[in-house]
Each structure stands twice: as C-alpha cells, then as structure tokens.
C-alpha cells in the first residue's frame, strides 16, 4: 500500500497526463498512471477525468465494493481540509435503504424481535461481509468451501445457527454473544436469512445446506449414541452431512424410492443398493442420511462415506461449489444402529424433516429477493437515462412499488409462522404448519419469480452480466428457481397446502 499523503485540488490538476495520471473520488486521491491499461473499462473514460473530480462519474457505474479491492494498491492520498461524504460500508451494517431490510430493522415496532435477535443479526452479517471476496471467487471457480473454514465458521457459531434451537447447542458459541437458552427460531431465521444475502447460492449452499437438512434427522430421531457422536463433529465443522432422498426415478413421488437396505444374515448390518440424484454436499461429506427400502417399508439409515459408495458431481445453473452429486450405493454395510427411527417409519422422518427444510428455503428467498429489491431500489436512483434517474420515471415507480409490496406480504406471514414454530413443540409443528408452510414456500418462490424479472428489465443488460453493478441480479435470476424446485416443488406446495387444510374442513353441512 503506498504511503498516503495530503494533497490541493490544484496539486491533482496537474497529473493529467497518461504518463502520469491522477482522479479524486470522494475527497480520496487515486493514482490510475498504472492501472488505466488494466481497467476494465477501458484507459480513454479515465484519461477524460485526469487530474480531477471523477466521483459522479465512478459511483454511476461501480459498486462501492470495487474501491475495497483497488483502493489499498491505487489510493496515494486525500485532499486536505476535505472529508469524504459518501459513507463507506463497513462490515456488518443494516441497510438505511428504504425495504432494504425487514421492517423491525428500519426502525418500526415488532411483536417478535429482541436486542438478541438485533446484535445477532450485525454479527452475523459482518462474519459474512468479510467472508464474501472468498465467497466470490470460489462461486465463480467452482471451489466448495475448505473444511480450515467449515471449522472457522464452526467455533464462530455459524454453522449451529442454521438449525434451530434445541439441547445440541448448550456450550457452543453462537454470533453476537447470543447464549443457547435465548436461541430461538427467530435467531435461525436471521442466519437463513443472512446465509443468502451473501448472494453466492453455490458456495452458501456448500457451507450450510447439508446440515440444515441433513442434521435435524439425527438429533430428533437418532440413538444417542448417533447424536453424541455426530452433531458435535458437525457444529464444529469437522464433518460434513447431506440429506439423500431423491433418485433418478423418484423426486416429488417421495413414496417411490428404490434403494435398498437389506439385513446381513447376522443381523448386524443393512446392505445398501441403489442411486440418489442432486443431493446437496455429496461431494465432499463424511455422513449421509439416506432415505431406504427395507423388508418394513420406507426407512432412514445414517450412512459413512465407505466402501462401495461413490459420489460423482452434477453441473446445475449455480455453482459447483455446492458438491451437488449422484451417488451410488454398492453393496455398502451399515450397522444396524444407524437406523434413524424405528424401521418402517422412515417416511414420517422424511415428512417432519421437510417443515424446517421447506420454512428455511423460504427465509432464504425472501431474503434473497429483498436483496435484489435493495439494489435495484439503489440503482433507479444511480442510472441516469434520458437524462433523468430510472426513479423519475412513474414506470419505474411502478414496477418498485409491486416489488416492495409482494415482499412486505410474504415477510410478514413468514415472521408469523415463525412465531407459531417458537409457541410449538416440533410434534406440533409437523401437524399444524406442514400446509401453511407448503402455501408460503409456493408463494415466496412465485414473488422471487416477480421479484426477478422486475429486476432483471430495470438493470438492462447489467441484470444479465455477471460481474459489476448488476452482480446480484443476475445471480438471482440465474438461481431463484432451486427453491420453487428443490424441498418440494410449487405444484405439490400448492396441492399439500390444500389437503392439509381440507383435513381440517368442519362439517360441510354447517
Ligand atoms: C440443485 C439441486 C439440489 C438438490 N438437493 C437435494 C438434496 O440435497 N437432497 C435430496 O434428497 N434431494 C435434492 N434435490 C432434489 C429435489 O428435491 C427434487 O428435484 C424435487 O423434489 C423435485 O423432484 P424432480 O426434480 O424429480 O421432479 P419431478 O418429481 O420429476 O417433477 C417434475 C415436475 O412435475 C411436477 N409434478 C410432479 N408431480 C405433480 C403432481 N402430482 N401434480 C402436478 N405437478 C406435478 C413437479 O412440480 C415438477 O415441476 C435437489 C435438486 C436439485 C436440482
Ligand atoms: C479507482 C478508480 C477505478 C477503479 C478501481 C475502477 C475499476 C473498475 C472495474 C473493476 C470495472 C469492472 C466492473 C465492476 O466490477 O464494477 C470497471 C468498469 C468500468 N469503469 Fe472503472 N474504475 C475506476 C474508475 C473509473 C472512472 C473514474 C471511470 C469514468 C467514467 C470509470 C469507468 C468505467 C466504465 C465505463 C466501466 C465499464 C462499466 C460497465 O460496463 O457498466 N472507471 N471499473
């Protein structure tokens, strides 16, 4: 980093040349002599700013994340007896743009939310604020995250936020301080919620949706000796577990799975046959919880990596960095302990499992589309076309006000249900929020769909370019779809959340 000095507004004007070659952001002194060959925006925009102000200039087509990665090889100085005043991002911050955050985050009331849930969700954010350059590039390359930061997510509590209250927390940290008896679904809420805003759905998913999914089996219907083994090795981020119930023949049709378990003739083992397709951190797990066929029916099994069972990685539209595979199972011996509920009973693992992966999809992509509707919100007010902001146009406005007001709507029914899951035991929940849950999960994904294309036509051609302002957009245009697909698609969202109610009809005589 160069050594930074003070310096006029008519000291900058003479380094005007491409020999030499000055710009001020924002009272800040950048020498772009070097850097002006290798911007991506070419040399001549730069040259046509030398030696001044270019502040309007680069806030209209740069995010401010650009000056945090360039700055500490090109800042030399700032003016003297100048402050900047545009305010800088600092890792952790509630957004001030209008919806940009739930409403109890902009400074209105709320039935739900506490001092914990405030200094839990700054925390966690600033872990994923400095976390995101990582983020970024190993979306883009494809790299799944290393088990060094599994481990490093682990201690700092991140990785046992994402799976709700419950004994498996007693001694572990959690972010902001939060103690494990004050934990509650509100808290895991925050942390699906900040989980997405990373806005990098491939590597996220890498570090978190496994276990989101693939833990809760464990503590609520394995031995205990499965749940004193297992959960701490997974909240701690030294072992990695997947959920494994879908296979080539058998996705929504859950009734319909082909794989095998079939006791050993001593009795002591399953021997397990069969193909799982898309299932979530395969790649690079060490557990698996496996949805069978036993002789009594549906069953779930906790099953190690091992001989006999090979994952290979699937290409879908988010990155690789998920460990998305198909794996086969080849004659692979798990001991009969490893049954996850009584035998035969499988399919009610599966279904009560569902309610928390279906609700957590769900904070995610309200979040997700609250993102976008933050960084559209901020780029109606950048983007001068015709001569005016895209938000002086009443069409515009428009498109904004059906963004922010399908976003409001499914916020606060997810904040309700969320309320309903704190007042419930997990028995009840999977009674009573399976069809609310399934109606929410169906409209949050058809808002996103809105949300996107809303989006996506507002940013132009940035809505479809994967680097620059439109970075987020186009990320959730290209994704928004995993969550109206995976945990149960719109279609049977739709018709269980009808069936549950239907179940509950009074007499049609009345
Ligand atoms: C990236 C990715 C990650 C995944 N991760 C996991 C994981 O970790 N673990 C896991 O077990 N699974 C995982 N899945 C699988 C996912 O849960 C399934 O894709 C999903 O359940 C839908 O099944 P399917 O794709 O086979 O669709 P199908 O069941 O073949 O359905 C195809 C279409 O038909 C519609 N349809 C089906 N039945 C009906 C009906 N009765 N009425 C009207 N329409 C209907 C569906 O809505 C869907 O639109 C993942 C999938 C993907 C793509
Ligand atoms: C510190 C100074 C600057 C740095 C580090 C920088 C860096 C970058 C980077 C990384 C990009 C790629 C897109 C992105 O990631 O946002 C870019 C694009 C661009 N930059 Fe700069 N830039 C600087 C100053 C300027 C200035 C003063 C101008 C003057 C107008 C400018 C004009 C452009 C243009 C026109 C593009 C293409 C944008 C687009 O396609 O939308 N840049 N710049």
């Given at each position: 980093?160069?050594?930074?000095?003070?310096f006029?507004?008519?000291?900058?004007?003479?380094?005007?040349?491409?020999?030499d070659?000055w710009?001020?952001?924002?009272?800040?002194v950048?020498?772009m002599?070097?850097f002006?060959?290798?911007?991506?925006g070419?040399?001549g925009?730069i040259?046509?700013l030398?030696?001044?102000d270019?502040?309007?200039?680069?806030y209209?087509?740069?995010?401010q994340?650009v000056?945090?990665?360039?700055?500490?090889?090109l800042?030399?100085?700032?003016?003297a007896n100048e402050k900047?005043?545009?305010e800088?991002?600092?890792?952790g911050?509630?957004?001030?743009?209008?919806?940009g955050?739930?409403?109890a985050?902009?400074?209105?009331?709320?039935?739900?939310f506490?001092?914990s849930?405030?200094?839990f969700?700054?925390a966690?954010?600033?872990?994923?604020?400095?976390?995101?350059?990582?983020?970024?590039?190993?979306?883009?390359?494809?790299?799944?995250?290393?088990i060094?930061l599994?481990?490093?997510?682990?201690a700092?509590?991140?990785l046992?936020?994402?799976i709700?209250p419950g004994?498996?927390?007693?001694?572990?940290?959690l972010p902001g301080?939060v103690k494990?008896?004050?934990?509650?679904?509100?808290?895991?809420?925050i942390a699906?919620?900040?989980?997405a805003?990373?806005?990098?759905?491939?590597?996220?998913?890498?570090i978190?949706?496994g276990l989101?999914i693939g833990l809760p089996?464990?503590?609520?219907f394995?031995s205990p000796?499965?749940?004193?083994?297992?959960?701490?090795e997974?909240?701690?981020?030294?072992?990695?577990?997947?959920?494994?119930?879908?296979e080539?023949f058998?996705?929504s049709?859950?009734?319909?799975?082909?794989?095998?378990?079939?006791?050993s003739?001593?009795?002591?083992?399953?021997?397990?046959?069969?193909?799982k397709?898309?299932i979530?951190?395969?790649?690079?797990?060490?557990?698996f919880c496996?949805a069978v066929r036993?002789?009594?029916g549906?069953?779930m099994l906790l099953?190690?990596?091992s001989?006999?069972?090979?994952v290979?990685?699937?290409?879908?539209?988010?990155?690789?960095?998920?460990?998305?595979g198909?794996?086969?199972?080849e004659?692979?011996?798990?001991?009969?302990?490893n049954?996850?509920?009584?035998e035969g009973?499988?399919f009610?693992?599966i279904?009560a499992?569902?309610?928390?992966e279906?609700w957590?999809?769900i904070?995610?992509?309200?979040?997700?589309?609250?993102?976008?509707?933050?960084?559209?919100?901020?780029?109606?007010n950048?983007?001068?076309?015709?001569?005016?902001?895209?938000?002086?146009?009443?069409?515009v406005?428009s498109k904004?006000?059906?963004?922010?007001?399908?976003?409001?709507?499914v916020?606060n029914?997810?904040?309700?249900?969320?309320y309903?899951?704190?007042?419930?035991?997990y028995?009840e929940q999977t009674?009573?929020?399976?069809?609310p849950i399934?109606?929410?999960k169906?409209?949050?994904t058809?808002v996103a769909?809105?949300?996107s294309d809303?989006?996506t036509?507002?940013?132009?051609?940035?809505g479809?370019?994967?680097?620059?302002?439109?970075?987020?957009?186009?990320?959730f245009?290209?994704?928004?779809?995993?969550a109206?697909i995976?945990?149960?698609?719109e279609e049977?969202?739709?018709d269980?959340?009808?069936?549950?109610?239907?179940r509950?009809?009074?007499?049609?005589?009345?």
């Amino acid at each position: 980093m160069p050594e930074l000095k003070s310096f006029t507004r008519e000291e900058v004007k003479k380094h005007n040349t491409p020999e030499d070659c000055w710009i001020i952001i924002d009272s800040e002194v950048f020498n772009m002599t070097t850097f002006a060959d290798l911007h991506p925006g070419g040399a001549g925009v730069i040259m046509d700013l030398a030696g001044k102000d270019a502040t309007e200039e680069f806030y209209g087509l740069h995010r401010q994340e650009v000056l945090f990665k360039y700055a500490p090889k090109l800042k030399i100085g700032t003016i003297a007896n100048e402050k900047p005043v545009i305010e800088m991002y600092t890792p952790g911050t509630i957004s001030k743009v209008p919806y940009g955050e739930a409403s109890a985050w902009q400074g209105h009331k709320s039935p739900y939310f506490t001092e914990s849930h405030i200094k839990f969700r700054s925390a966690i954010r600033k872990i994923y604020d400095e976390l995101l350059p990582e983020a970024l590039v190993n979306e883009d390359l494809g790299k799944s995250p290393t088990i060094e930061l599994n481990k490093k997510l682990g201690a700092a509590g991140v990785l046992a936020a994402q799976i709700g209250p419950g004994p498996w927390l007693q001694g572990l940290n959690l972010p902001g301080g939060v103690k494990p008896e004050e934990f509650d679904y509100f808290h895991e809420m925050i942390a699906h919620e900040e989980t997405a805003r990373l806005g990098t759905p491939g590597f996220a998913d890498g570090i978190t949706a496994g276990l989101t999914i693939g833990l809760p089996p464990i503590f609520n219907f394995g031995s205990p000796a499965l749940k004193s083994k297992i959960v701490p090795e997974v909240l701690s981020g030294e072992k990695r577990i997947c959920l494994a119930i879908t296979e080539p023949f058998t996705g929504s049709d859950v009734a319909g799975i082909r794989t095998t378990a079939k006791l050993s003739a001593d009795g002591k083992h399953f021997i397990v046959n069969g193909t799982k397709k898309w299932i979530t951190n395969s790649v690079f797990c060490d557990y698996f919880c496996v949805a069978v066929r036993t002789a009594k029916g549906i069953s779930m099994l906790l099953v190690e990596k091992s001989d006999g069972l090979e994952v290979k990685p699937i290409k879908t539209s988010y990155s690789i960095a998920a460990g998305t595979g198909y794996i086969t199972f080849e004659d692979v011996k798990v001991p009969v302990e490893n049954l996850l509920g009584k035998e035969g009973k499988g399919f009610q693992v599966i279904m009560a499992n569902f309610n928390h992966e279906r609700w957590a999809i769900i904070c995610g992509i309200v979040a997700g589309s609250r993102h976008v509707l933050e960084e559209t919100f901020k780029w109606t007010n950048q983007r001068v076309v015709f001569g005016k902001k895209l938000s002086a146009q009443p069409v515009v406005r428009s498109k904004l006000a059906n963004m922010i007001a399908q976003i409001e709507s499914v916020q606060n029914w997810l904040e309700n249900i969320t309320y309903q899951m704190v007042n419930m035991s997990y028995a009840e929940q999977t009674v009573k929020l399976a069809g609310p849950i399934a109606l929410l999960k169906y409209q949050s994904t058809r808002v996103a769909h809105n949300i996107s294309d809303e989006a996506t036509q507002i940013f132009g051609g940035r809505g479809i370019t994967k680097t620059g302002m439109g970075r987020v957009i186009e990320t959730f245009q290209r994704t928004y779809k995993f969550a109206a697909i995976l945990g149960g698609s719109e279609e049977i969202m739709q018709d269980l959340g009808v069936r549950q109610a239907l179940r509950t009809f009074p007499d049609a005589r009345l």
